[in-house]
């Protein structure tokens, strides 16, 4: 009996179905290769790891994770992300820009995601935040610094000068500075910068700038975040009033931050993985993604040095710490 064309359409509908379902079981009972390069060793970017970490374990995601840190070595991550590929990994996640343009130019086959980037696109990681253009997308970590520059005015009206140093090899550090300039003449207040090329130049900038400054402003940059404690000490002798991009820079001695948190932003890039591997979902389909929520947090140990009262209004909500 010959089948009716209807028929035939269902018959095909129901096939694909189970071939997709039985496609869908194979990836979810599969162990996966996961090449993860971290550029440098810090609180922030181990956050991030952990958290991808953790939140594929929670995804119940199988995986052979491979961890590689270059410790703030462009070259070396280069060699990392090549291996990574020769390994013929499932997925590559570049923590920090450095690593992930280097994954990004080791391959165009296989998925790569980021996270602790600020900015994907001045980077050359992806087209667009939208329309990534390729397999690489991933989280951003670009901080709310008008919220966090309005902080200074908020403890201290007469704050008028901010002193912020960056690391002059990292486009993402010029771009926060050109941002921070931009903002702070709305609120009133001189961003004085001072670039390093590498963590010894750290206590000759903080040097140039503590006289000149009422208050330091801690970016999200890799040299900074690893020179934390020196900058916040330095700050904290001088009574000047320190506000940072994120909580690692609390923990270190910065007086408080409006930020986002590097385990959530590591979690979030964690689920995108599980999307790729397990979902078959495409890189090239996936928005950059941001974190939406930011958390206040204030190092009580650097609030009583700088006899500051914990009643202010700009202290309300906050998390207190004591390191």
């Given amino acids: 009996m010959k089948m009716r064309v209807g028929q035939r359409l269902i018959m095909m509908v129901i096939m ?39 939140e594929l374990k929670s995804l119940g995601v199988e995986a052979d ?7 703030g070595d462009t070259g070396v991550a280069g060699v990392i992300a090549q291996k990574f590929v020769s390994d013929k990994s499932d997925l590559i996640f570049g923590i920090a ?11 165009g086959r296989i998925p790569v995601l980021f996270s602790a980037v ?39 009206p007469e704050i008028k000068r901010i002193g ?36 010894n130049d750290i206590p000759q ?5 503590v006289s000149k400054v009422d208050g330091f402003y801690t970016i999200t940059d890799n040299i900074v975040a690893s020179a934390i404690n020196l900058i916040s000490m330095a700050a904290n002798e001088r009574g000047l009033v320190t506000v940072g991009a994120e909580e690692a820079h609390v923990k270190g001695g ?8 590097y385990y959530e932003l590591g979690r979030q890039t964690g689920r995108m993985a599980k999307e790729i591997l397990v979902d078959g979902k495409k890189p090239e389909d996936m928005p950059v993604e941001t974190l939406a929520n930011t958390t206040k947090v204030v190092n009580e140990k650097t609030m009583k040095k700088l006899k500051l009262n914990k009643e202010l209004p700009v202290f309300e909500g906050a998390e207190f710490i004591e390191q």
């Fill in 118 to 156: 600020t900015d994907p696109v001045n980077s050359q990681l992806v087209k667009t935040m939208d329309k990534v253009g390729g397999n690489v997308t991933g989280t951003t970590d670009a901080t709310p610094m008008e919220k966090q520059l309005e902080l200074f005015k908020k403890i201290n």
């Fill in 97 to 107: 820009t450095v690593s992930a343009q280097a994954a990004k130019q080791s391959t």
């Fill in 65 to 71: 994770i491979t961890y590689k840190n270059s410790q």
């Fill in 16 to 54: 694909f179905l189970v071939i997709a379902g039985v496609k869908s079981n194979a990836q979810e009972g599969k162990k996966f290769k996961i090449g993860i390069s971290q550029f440098a060793e810090h609180p922030a970017l181990d956050d991030v790891r952990r958290g991808f970490e953790d």
């Fill in 164 to 199: 912020i140093i960056y690391n002059t090899s990292e486009s993402n550090s010029e771009i926060q500075v050109a941002n921070a300039k931009e903002i702070g003449a709305k609120l009133g207040l001189e961003i004085r910068a001072v670039g390093v090329n590498n963590i």
């Fill in 254 to 261: 910065i007086l408080l931050t409006d930020g986002l948190s």
């Fill in 205 to 209: 900038a903080v040097n140039s700038l």
